[in-house]
């Protein structure tokens, strides 16, 4: 599958770890462009790779409403 967000692009191992994460959770362009929109910035992308990670978490739905907590600040 085509992606619209290269990971090439991604300049720091923490963008492309979450990249990889996320196309192997559901290998859809909406689901991973509109994560990596919300949580930007390494620190913002690693917190949702230790969550992904802590809770073993695998449902997009849940993970776009994760997405934007981090977003927003708040404490998961």
Do not use: C, H
Request: glycine share 6%; no cysteine.
């Amino acid at each position: 599958m085509v992606f619209s967000i290269d990971r090439t692009k991604f300049k720091t191992e923490t963008g492309k770890q979450l990249y990889d994460l996320l196309t192997n959770i559901w290998a859809n362009d909406d689901f991973i462009v509109g994560i990596l929109s919300e949580v930007k910035g390494d620190e913002k992308r690693q917190r949702m790779i230790d969550l992904i990670a802590k809770d073993n978490i695998r449902d997009p739905e849940t993970l776009v409403l994760a997405a934007s907590d981090i977003a927003d600040g708040i404490e998961l």
